[in-house]
């Protein structure tokens, strides 16, 4: 990853953009033992810097895909005390998961500490699909499926539905299972969009998120990311 030079420095912590330009400027800034005088180099992750004597730690970032359970919320401490999805994960990293999920819903949940690609995947404006699963409490009617194709509108705005399938329907104890390809991430959106049409999700799970799935992971479970699954990430969002 390519990054400039003041950025990369002062994202370090020792010392702020403004203080890493004028050090830069004076000369006393080496990239693998060259001194670098001109503000916006682009140096990469590997490159050695030395800003005023001291060497630079290089960053090492973590990946995790977990198959978060129910009763466990999707952030790095609570309040209450309760479980988070961090305690799950044996790191010293200070890791945090990538968006949320709901206390109640479980599956895909990605956590790093690599906050440039965190931003990248959540900005409103990133359009990384995520699929769920959803167990409802009755079987879907057609004329309700068509209005979730079309795309219902929430707060004004239109629910961006790429994909819905019904997958299995229980006519017996009046329930189905719907899967749903969204395109967005507003909290609690799939709740959400199945309460306008007056149904309630019984269970809801996480299957996908942008080309990552859950594999043979079992709740609780968790695996690293390969270097080539977070290219691609960092690939999928900046090509969008
Ligand atoms: N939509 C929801 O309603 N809940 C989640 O946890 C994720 C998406």
Do not use: C
Request: glycine share 6%.
């Amino acid at each position: 990853m390519e990054e400039r030079l003041q950025k990369k420095i002062a994202e370090s912590g020792i010392t702020s953009r403004r203080n890493a330009e004028k050090l830069i400027q004076e000369g006393k800034v080496l990239v693998n033992g060259e001194v670098v005088a001109k503000l916006g180099t682009k140096v990469k992750d590997k490159d050695e810097i030395i800003v005023d004597g001291e060497l630079l730690e290089k960053q090492s970032y973590e990946y995790y895909l977990l198959n978060k359970p129910r009763g466990v919320i999707s952030s790095s401490s609570d309040e209450k005390g309760r479980k988070t999805v961090v305690d799950l994960i044996e790191t010293e990293a200070r890791i945090y998961p990538v968006g949320r999920l709901d206390y109640d819903t479980t599956g895909l949940i990605l956590l790093t500490n690599d906050g440039k690609l965190t931003n990248l995947l959540t900005h409103p404006k990133s359009k990384v699909p995520k699929t769920y699963l959803a167990k409802i409490n009755k079987v879907l009617t057609m004329e309700e499926y068509h209005k979730i194709k079309e795309g219902i509108v929430i707060d004004g705005r239109k629910v961006k539905v790429k994909n819905v399938k019904i997958k299995k329907k229980n006519p017996n104890n009046n329930t189905s299972f719907v899967e749903i390809t969204i395109i967005e991430g507003r909290n609690h959106i799939v709740k959400r969009l199945f309460e306008s049409l007056k149904i309630d999700v019984i269970k809801l799970t996480r299957t996908n998120y942008a080309f990552l799935d859950l594999g043979t992971l079992r709740s609780y479970e968790y695996r690293t990311l390969t270097k080539d699954e977070v290219t691609r990430l960092y690939n999928y969002v900046r090509n969008k």
